[in-house]
């Protein structure tokens, strides 16, 4: 359900529109974990504005780790999974719609897949119950993963009514409604953290992962 916005606020209209302010998540201590790996996503809801197809995205298996662990991509985009870790490595994603799995992987070996539609797919390893990862993928131009320091800051944003996704693994999706004018239009958005920083799951054949000997190696 889209939720509004409160107490959007309307700079001096520019030449070109844009969506700017803070985001903080909060957990319900009121402590602050941390905004690194939040996603923006906004779509227009009065016009279309369908996004070109991106270059190859990396998402690199190191120190038994996904890197990034949240990126995005758009519809038809390759992705590739460049192993850089001297283990055998499995990506695999049960995502309905979007389920694959790329068998295992030397080293230096790096298997890619087509994104298809849009929306969020879980990536995990088959060998490693730890490594996951959250790929979005958006037919819409405006979208950028947040670095733990800066806020929003989409530009060149065609006036209209827009749905604003914002998504962290602790917090899930919010979405606001957004009425973006000529100028930049200003505001804040503050998430509630409570969900886990780590999601359990089975692996790809739908039964539990083995002990794991070096646990404390992630």
């Known amino acids: ?37 939040a996603i923006a996503i906004l779509e227009p809801l009065t016009h279309r504005a369908d996004a070109q197809k991106r270059p190859m995205l990396r998402i690199r298996t190191t120190g038994k780790r996904f890197v990034p662990r949240v990126a995005w991509t758009t519809p038809g985009s390759p992705v590739s999974f460049p192993n850089q870790d001297h283990i055998l490595h499995n990506v695999f994603s049960v995502t309905p719609g979007e389920a694959f799995d790329t068998g295992h992987y030397e080293p230096g070996d790096a298997p890619r897949w087509t994104a298809a539609k849009p929306g ?13 990862a959250f790929l979005w993928i958006v037919d819409t131009p405006w979208a950028d993963v947040l670095d733990g320091q800066k ?24 979405d606001f409604e957004v009425s973006i004018g000529e100028g930049v239009t200003m505001g804040n958005w503050t998430l509630q953290a409570n969900l886990p920083d780590f999601e359990p799951h089975k692996n790809k054949f739908g039964k539990d992962y083995p002990p794991a000997k070096d646990e404390g190696n992630y």
Do not use: I, S
């Open 151 to 174: 806020g929003l800051d989409f530009k060149n944003v065609p006036p209209g009514r827009y749905k604003l996704r914002l998504w962290h693994p602790e917090v899930g999706e919010k």
């Open 120 to 132: 969020l797919v879980k990536l995990y390893c088959n060998v490693h119950r730890k490594m996951n």
């Open 1 to 37: 359900m889209v939720k509004p916005l409160a107490a959007l606020l309307f700079a001096p209209a520019l030449l070109a529109g844009g969506l700017q302010g803070p985001v903080k998540v909060v957990d319900k201590h009121g402590e602050r974990p941390t905004l690194k790996d």
